[in-house]
């Protein structure tokens, strides 16, 4: 057997997989931070910069050898064999099989304590494939979060990042991953690599219990290899809240400033600002006086539905008990109600609905939130809306957002959420509407888990909506010791322009083992199709995965 060794090293590994620019000696600015390898090493530079700087501020120099304590740096190998009688996902008159070797090293890293928080886990998939060599590549899979404490609980730097491969196309063949399917192996032409990359230092101080305040910068840098896709986002914002000297009014005064540049050629950049400010004044234990007042200057391509300027609004917050509240304000431009039931601090459960007659496309918006524990359950649900692109959605898909508009760090359990659907990459701005619930069963040696998710996209121009909708099962049991057998199923549709759809079927079934404390194997077989219309999308594969992971 030929492996295609030779011809990968000298392949140019590009982290993006993109290939290279030409042009002349003279570059802007833009076109430079547009080159991957140099956009890598500029955010990484400022990320140890932070980091040195956190050492080197008064005190860091005699806390340099404590800080480097608490580390703990696992080094990762993963090995295996991948068979697919489907390779290219083409039609059944078309499909080629192939066998794929899978190297991947990798390195995972954790730091708590003290002056700095690292939360990394990096892999280097080495592809190689025995019929199709000139196919062999390296994917980079990257999840870093840190957070340097510079001054004195005073100034911090966040920095961040994520590397993942994502589909090129809505309409074209997709590899979608599973249990036992890497998500990256199928030669469809139609997948790229996706890099985010950000960094933002903020500056929070309470000003003697009367002000509470939090300055911050964000910076992110997304991008696909394409320039028609890629971009940056600034973001500026001030928060001023009141302090703990203040017991029954309290208020906020919020300014937000966000710069989108996008990477289309004599495109003009998007900008959303806006300032806020909120009071409530509590008359007893069950009546509280709400108050709000803001101003919009939004300028979104592609949305001329923006009417910019001021709203207003008055109300009320109503807390009959301690487990339920319900809030409404009215005014101009403005109609809010909010509802918040918490049973047990097992079950949290917000409905809200906002009209705002100011900003991108006014209008109504709805959002709710579903949370509910017991001894062996976990449930939740969320439905959001808002006015988004794909260059947002990736660069708030790592750390997530919180209610402010901030970066928030997602826990160690689910730092990363899978985004279900297939959407693929598009230049414009878009209203989405999304749904997600998810229930999970343990008990015993058993394991289950549902899904169900609803996601559309409206664009302006109203011929490129989507809408994909879908729902999965697994089911994983401990039949003896360090064995374990998992199942899943999924379903997705795809209602695409042009009134193209995809049903997407994933069946899987496979065998995981702990070998030791720092090895476990898995094997495992899935099957899966698309029914397409038009008909020369659809296909089927059957894919068997054999797998060994080492820790050392």
């Known amino acids: 057997m030929n492996w295609p060794i030779q011809t990968w090293f000298h392949r140019r590994l590009s982290p993006l997989g993109g290939e290279s620019r030409g042009g002349g000696t003279k570059r802007s600015y833009r076109e430079w931070i547009r080159r991957p390898l140099r956009r890598w090493a500029a955010l990484w530079v400022c990320g ?72 990394l886990d990096y892999s280097a998939q080495g592809l190689f494939y025995t019929n199709d060599s000139d196919a062999s590549t390296v994917n980079h899979n990257l999840r870093a979060f840190s957070v340097t404490e510079l001054y004195q609980d005073r100034l ?49 101080q309470d000003f003697g219990g009367w002000v509470e ?35 029954r009014l309290n208020w906020n005064l919020a300014y937000s400033h966000q710069r989108e540049e996008r990477g289309e050629a004599d495109s003009e950049d998007d900008i959303r600002e806006r300032a806020t400010g909120r009071a409530s004044y509590q008359i007893n234990n069950q009546w509280a006086l709400l108050a709000e007042v803001g101003y919009v200057n939004d300028r979104v391509a592609g949305f001329e539905n923006v009417d910019n300027g001021l709203f207003w609004g008055l109300g009320a917050n109503w807390t009959p008990s301690r487990f339920f ?32 007659e100011v900003g991108v496309d006014p209008g109504v918006r709805w959002e709710g939130l579903f949370a509910h524990r017991t001894r062996y359950t976990t449930w939740s ?37 899978p985004v279900d659907g297939s959407f693929g990459l598009s230049t414009e701005n878009f209203l989405r ?10 008990r015993g040696r058993s394991g289950l888990g549902f899904n169900v998710f609803d996601e559309s996209r409206e664009f302006p121009d ?54 030791s404390p720092d090895m476990d194997g898995l094997l495992g077989y899935s099957h899966y199709r698309n029914e397409a219309d038009p008909s020369d999308q659809s296909f089927r594969e059957n894919q068997l995965n054999a797998r060994l992971n080492m820790r050392f």
């Open 48 to 119: 140890v910069a932070a980091l040195l700087l956190g050492l080197g501020t008064p005190g860091g120099a005699q806390e340099a050898a404590g800080a480097l304590e608490g580390w703990r740096i696992t080094p990762q190998l993963g090995v295996g064999v991948i068979y697919s009688d489907n390779i290219r996902l083409a039609p059944a008159d078309e499909a080629e099989s192939d066998l794929v070797l899978e190297v991947e090293p990798g390195v995972s890293m954790r730091k708590q304590g003290g002056r700095l928080e690292v939360r």
């Open 156 to 204: 911090f730097v966040d920095a961040y990042g994520s590397v993942s491969q994502v589909p090129i196309a809505s309409d074209g063949p997709e590899d979608r991953g599973g249990f036992f399917r890497p998500g990256n192996t199928a030669l469809t032409g139609n997948q790229t690599t996706q890099a985010n990359f950000g960094i933002s230092p903020y500056w929070r």
């Open 213 to 247: 305040a939090l300055l911050r910068y964000r910076y992110d840098d997304v991008a696909f290899g394409r320039d028609e896709f890629d971009g940056n986002i600034q973001t500026a914002t001030l928060d001023l809240a009141s302090g703990r000297r203040f017991s």
């Open 325 to 356: 509240s319900l809030a409404a304000l009215y005014g101009l431009n403005l109609n809010e109600v909010v509802a918040q039931w918490n049973p047990t601090s097992r079950t949290r459960l917000r409905v809200g609905r906002r009209e705002e």
């Open 381 to 417: 649900a969320s439905y959001t809306e808002e006015v988004t692109s794909v260059r947002r959605l990736f660069g708030e898909s790592l750390i997530g957002v919180g209610p402010d508009g901030l970066p928030v760090a997602l826990d160690e359990e689910g730092q990363i959420v």
């Open 433 to 442: 509407k999304r749904f997600t619930s998810r229930v999970t069963y343990q």
């Open 462 to 515: 109203g011929d490129s909506d989507e809408n994909t909708y879908g729902v999965g099962m697994f089911w994983s049991w401990q039949f003896a010791p360090r064995t374990r057998s998992i199942i899943g199923l999924r379903w997705e549709r795809d209602d695409l322009s042009d009134d193209r759809q995809n049903e997407y079927w994933i069946s899987e079934f496979g065998l995981a083992r702990q070998i």
